[in-house]
């Protein structure tokens, strides 16, 4: 028997401008519930060495972007995996997904990377 499981709603995306003010939110202050929210969403698809792989395969493709059936292979696993993964990271908002026909097409979202980065930094203030 099949149970229904309500799916993860994506958190909202942050751009780099909410994150750092004058300092480095995470190291120069307080985070808001929200942005602890998404940026521990965001650092935990980012938890796990196939997903930062498939990342990295992905920024590295030639147009930057890469399509499902290409990922497979590099990271030895099946499809179904493969794309289990490349939920989280699209959920994360650190992937984008383009459906075409049968296939779909990640991109890396780099406002995404810049606001993780952001998050960490420390900036002089």
């Known amino acids: 028997m099949r149970q229904n499981v309500a799916m993860p709603s994506a ?4 751009q780099p401008d909410d994150l750092a003010a004058c300092c480095s939110p995470v190291i120069g202050g307080v985070v808001s519930d929200e942005a602890a929210e998404t940026l ?5 698809a980012l938890g796990d060495p196939t997903r930062v792989k498939l ?3 992905i920024a590295a493709a030639e147009q930057g ?3 499902i059936c290409d990922m497979t ?3 030895g696993l ?3 995996t493969v794309s289990h993964h490349m939920r989280l990271l699209v959920e994360a908002g650190l992937a984008t997904r383009e459906q075409r026909g049968k296939w779909a097409y990640y991109r890396v979202a780099p406002d995404a990377l810049r606001a993780l980065a ?3 930094a420390p900036i002089a203030c």
């Open 73 to 75: 292979e590099p990271v």
């Open 55 to 57: 990342l990295s395969l």
């Open 118 to 120: 952001s998050a960490l």
């Open 40 to 44: 521990a969403r965001m650092f935990k």
């Open 78 to 80: 099946s499809q179904p």
């Open 11 to 14: 958190l909202p995306m942050i």
């Open 65 to 67: 972007e890469a399509c």
